[in-house]
Protein backbone atom coordinates (compact mmCIF):
# COMPACT_ATOMS: atom_id res chain seq x y z
CA UNK A 1 0.00 0.00 0.00
CA UNK A 2 1.77 3.61 -0.67
CA UNK A 3 2.30 5.76 1.74
CA UNK A 4 2.96 9.41 1.48
CA UNK A 5 5.12 11.09 4.10
CA UNK A 6 5.91 15.08 4.12
CA UNK A 7 8.35 16.93 6.03
CA UNK A 8 8.67 19.27 7.59
CA UNK A 9 4.67 19.42 8.94
CA UNK A 10 5.31 22.73 9.58
CA UNK A 11 7.60 25.38 8.40
CA UNK A 12 8.06 29.36 9.28
CA UNK A 13 10.20 31.55 7.58
CA UNK A 14 10.78 35.16 6.85
CA UNK A 15 9.74 36.87 3.36
CA UNK A 16 12.96 36.45 0.72
CA UNK A 17 14.03 32.92 2.19
CA UNK A 18 14.37 30.07 -0.23
CA UNK A 19 12.97 27.04 0.86
CA UNK A 20 12.41 23.51 0.40
CA UNK A 21 9.64 21.26 0.76
CA UNK A 22 10.41 17.25 1.27
CA UNK A 23 7.78 14.16 -0.42
CA UNK A 24 8.45 10.83 0.06
CA UNK A 25 6.65 7.81 -1.11
CA UNK A 26 7.10 3.94 -0.57
CA UNK A 27 6.50 2.30 -3.94
CA UNK A 28 8.05 3.94 -6.52
CA UNK A 29 5.80 2.38 -9.62
CA UNK A 30 3.95 5.66 -9.85
CA UNK A 31 2.59 7.30 -12.90
CA UNK A 32 3.09 10.96 -11.61
CA UNK A 33 3.44 13.16 -8.44
CA UNK A 34 1.66 16.16 -7.93
CA UNK A 35 2.17 19.24 -5.75
CA UNK A 36 -0.69 21.02 -4.81
CA UNK A 37 -1.49 24.37 -2.54
CA UNK A 38 -4.60 24.54 -0.13
CA UNK A 39 -5.21 27.98 1.26
CA UNK A 40 -7.97 27.42 4.67
CA UNK A 41 -10.87 26.05 4.19
CA UNK A 42 -10.49 25.88 0.65
CA UNK A 43 -9.95 23.47 -2.42
CA UNK A 44 -6.47 22.49 -4.13
CA UNK A 45 -4.46 24.57 -6.66
CA UNK A 46 -2.27 22.67 -8.85
CA UNK A 47 1.30 23.70 -8.54
CA UNK A 48 2.99 21.22 -10.56
CA UNK A 49 2.49 18.22 -12.32
CA UNK A 50 5.70 15.88 -12.83
CA UNK A 51 5.62 12.27 -15.07
CA UNK A 52 7.38 9.15 -13.64
CA UNK A 53 9.62 9.66 -16.82
CA UNK A 54 10.37 13.46 -15.85
CA UNK A 55 13.09 14.58 -13.55
CA UNK A 56 11.75 17.96 -12.88
CA UNK A 57 9.20 20.54 -13.67
CA UNK A 58 9.80 24.75 -13.29
CA UNK A 59 6.69 27.06 -12.78
CA UNK A 60 7.88 30.75 -11.93
CA UNK A 61 9.22 30.44 -8.61
CA UNK A 62 8.47 26.64 -8.17
CA UNK A 63 10.36 23.80 -9.04
CA UNK A 64 9.63 20.82 -8.23
CA UNK A 65 11.71 17.34 -8.70
CA UNK A 66 11.40 13.65 -8.75
CA UNK A 67 13.97 10.97 -8.03
CA UNK A 68 11.57 7.94 -8.59
CA UNK A 69 14.16 4.95 -7.78
CA UNK A 70 14.56 6.75 -3.95
CA UNK A 71 10.95 7.58 -3.74
CA UNK A 72 11.26 11.44 -3.07
CA UNK A 73 10.49 14.61 -4.49
CA UNK A 74 11.09 17.99 -3.33
CA UNK A 75 9.24 21.06 -3.84
CA UNK A 76 11.66 23.96 -3.80
CA UNK A 77 10.35 27.80 -3.55
CA UNK A 78 12.73 30.76 -3.97
CA UNK A 79 12.34 34.15 -3.00
CA UNK A 80 8.90 33.69 -0.86
CA UNK A 81 6.27 35.58 -0.17
CA UNK A 82 3.57 36.41 2.55
CA UNK A 83 1.15 35.27 -0.59
CA UNK A 84 2.73 31.74 -0.59
CA UNK A 85 1.30 30.86 2.79
CA UNK A 86 -0.80 27.61 2.62
CA UNK A 87 -0.69 24.01 3.05
CA UNK A 88 1.78 22.30 0.54
CA UNK A 89 0.56 18.66 -0.71
CA UNK A 90 1.72 15.99 -2.18
CA UNK A 91 0.38 13.37 -3.95
CA UNK A 92 1.15 10.37 -6.12
CA UNK A 93 -0.41 8.47 -9.19
CA UNK A 94 0.03 5.08 -8.49
CA UNK A 95 0.58 2.29 -11.28
CA UNK A 96 -3.07 0.62 -10.65
CA UNK A 97 -6.25 2.32 -9.78
CA UNK A 98 -6.65 4.53 -12.25
CA UNK A 99 -7.25 8.35 -11.39
CA UNK A 100 -6.37 7.77 -7.85
CA UNK A 101 -4.14 9.83 -5.91
CA UNK A 102 -2.82 9.12 -2.76
CA UNK A 103 -1.72 12.41 -0.46
CA UNK A 104 0.56 13.11 2.60
CA UNK A 105 -0.53 15.39 5.06
CA UNK A 106 0.68 18.00 3.58
CA UNK A 107 3.37 20.81 5.13
CA UNK A 108 1.74 24.03 6.58
CA UNK A 109 3.51 26.95 5.26
CA UNK A 110 4.25 30.47 7.15
CA UNK A 111 5.85 33.27 5.28
CA UNK A 112 6.28 36.70 7.40
CA UNK A 113 6.79 40.07 5.98
CA UNK B 1 -12.35 27.61 -19.25
CA UNK B 2 -14.85 27.30 -16.16
CA UNK B 3 -12.78 24.99 -13.31
CA UNK B 4 -14.72 22.21 -11.02
CA UNK B 5 -17.80 23.70 -9.29
CA UNK B 6 -19.47 22.15 -6.55
CA UNK B 7 -22.47 22.71 -4.60
CA UNK B 8 -23.57 23.02 -1.90
CA UNK B 9 -20.76 25.13 -0.66
CA UNK B 10 -21.73 24.20 3.00
CA UNK B 11 -24.15 21.71 4.40
CA UNK B 12 -25.11 21.28 8.13
CA UNK B 13 -26.54 18.00 8.75
CA UNK B 14 -28.16 16.03 12.38
CA UNK B 15 -27.27 12.56 12.47
CA UNK B 16 -29.30 9.58 10.55
CA UNK B 17 -30.31 12.01 7.79
CA UNK B 18 -28.83 11.94 4.04
CA UNK B 19 -27.16 14.24 1.70
CA UNK B 20 -26.05 14.51 -1.90
CA UNK B 21 -23.48 16.58 -3.28
CA UNK B 22 -22.93 17.58 -6.51
CA UNK B 23 -19.83 18.08 -9.11
CA UNK B 24 -19.59 19.75 -12.25
CA UNK B 25 -16.31 19.62 -14.16
CA UNK B 26 -14.20 21.01 -16.43
CA UNK B 27 -15.68 21.05 -19.82
CA UNK B 28 -14.91 18.19 -21.80
CA UNK B 29 -13.27 16.12 -18.43
CA UNK B 30 -15.08 12.75 -18.50
CA UNK B 31 -13.14 11.28 -15.20
CA UNK B 32 -14.71 12.82 -11.49
CA UNK B 33 -13.01 11.63 -8.46
CA UNK B 34 -13.49 12.02 -4.93
CA UNK B 35 -12.04 12.57 -1.90
CA UNK B 36 -12.55 13.48 1.94
CA UNK B 37 -10.83 16.26 3.89
CA UNK B 38 -10.69 15.20 7.70
CA UNK B 39 -7.78 16.94 10.15
CA UNK B 40 -7.18 13.39 11.68
CA UNK B 41 -6.87 11.47 7.79
CA UNK B 42 -5.86 13.83 5.71
CA UNK B 43 -7.16 13.21 2.14
CA UNK B 44 -8.60 9.89 1.44
CA UNK B 45 -9.97 8.80 -2.05
CA UNK B 46 -13.30 7.58 -2.20
CA UNK B 47 -14.58 6.60 -5.78
CA UNK B 48 -14.11 8.00 -9.23
CA UNK B 49 -16.49 8.01 -12.22
CA UNK B 50 -15.33 7.69 -15.81
CA UNK B 51 -18.01 7.56 -18.51
CA UNK B 52 -20.84 6.95 -15.99
CA UNK B 53 -19.10 3.95 -14.51
CA UNK B 54 -18.00 3.71 -11.47
CA UNK B 55 -14.09 2.52 -11.73
CA UNK B 56 -12.15 2.65 -8.81
CA UNK B 57 -13.63 2.83 -5.04
CA UNK B 58 -11.78 3.29 -1.55
CA UNK B 59 -12.05 1.58 1.67
CA UNK B 60 -15.25 3.36 2.66
CA UNK B 61 -18.90 2.12 4.23
CA UNK B 62 -21.56 0.90 1.82
CA UNK B 63 -23.50 4.42 2.83
CA UNK B 64 -20.91 6.54 1.00
CA UNK B 65 -22.24 5.80 -3.25
CA UNK B 66 -22.17 8.19 -5.96
CA UNK B 67 -22.87 8.35 -9.50
CA UNK B 68 -22.08 9.91 -12.66
CA UNK B 69 -24.67 11.49 -15.52
CA UNK B 70 -24.48 11.29 -19.72
CA UNK B 71 -23.08 14.97 -19.56
CA UNK B 72 -19.68 14.08 -16.73
CA UNK B 73 -21.92 15.85 -13.84
CA UNK B 74 -21.11 13.97 -10.59
CA UNK B 75 -23.20 12.93 -7.66
CA UNK B 76 -22.41 11.53 -3.85
CA UNK B 77 -24.63 10.43 -1.57
CA UNK B 78 -23.76 9.72 2.16
CA UNK B 79 -27.28 7.78 4.16
CA UNK B 80 -27.26 7.90 7.66
CA UNK B 81 -24.91 10.44 8.73
CA UNK B 82 -22.44 9.78 11.26
CA UNK B 83 -20.52 12.58 13.97
CA UNK B 84 -17.29 11.77 11.80
CA UNK B 85 -18.53 12.12 8.53
CA UNK B 86 -18.16 15.73 9.49
CA UNK B 87 -15.39 16.65 6.68
CA UNK B 88 -14.34 18.94 3.64
CA UNK B 89 -15.71 16.78 0.07
CA UNK B 90 -13.74 17.57 -2.45
CA UNK B 91 -14.01 16.55 -6.16
CA UNK B 92 -11.72 16.57 -8.59
CA UNK B 93 -11.91 15.99 -13.09
CA UNK B 94 -8.99 15.43 -15.44
CA UNK B 95 -9.80 14.65 -18.62
CA UNK B 96 -9.52 10.71 -18.77
CA UNK B 97 -7.75 10.17 -15.76
CA UNK B 98 -5.08 8.01 -15.22
CA UNK B 99 -1.84 9.90 -16.50
CA UNK B 100 -3.83 13.52 -16.68
CA UNK B 101 -3.25 16.50 -14.21
CA UNK B 102 -6.42 16.53 -12.12
CA UNK B 103 -8.30 19.45 -11.01
CA UNK B 104 -9.99 19.69 -7.96
CA UNK B 105 -13.24 21.88 -7.19
CA UNK B 106 -13.46 24.63 -3.98
CA UNK B 107 -15.00 21.70 -1.77
CA UNK B 108 -18.03 20.96 0.20
CA UNK B 109 -18.02 21.76 4.27
CA UNK B 110 -20.61 18.97 5.67
CA UNK B 111 -20.60 19.29 9.43
CA UNK B 112 -22.69 16.61 11.07
CA UNK B 113 -24.58 17.67 14.39
Known amino acids: KQEVTQIPAALSVPEGENLVLNCSFTDSAIYNLQWFRQDPGKGLTSLLL?????REQTSGRLNASLDKSSGRSTLYIAASQPGDSATYLCAVKGRSGYSTLTFGKGTMLLVSP | KAGVTQTPRYLIKTRGQQVTLSCSPI?????VSWYQQTPGQGLQFLFE???????NKGNFPGRFSGRQFSNSRSEMNVSTLELGDSALYLCASSYSGGTNEQFFGPGTRLTVL
Open chain 2, 27 to 31: SGHRS
Open chain 1, 50 to 54: IQSSQ
Open chain 2, 49 to 55: YFSETQR
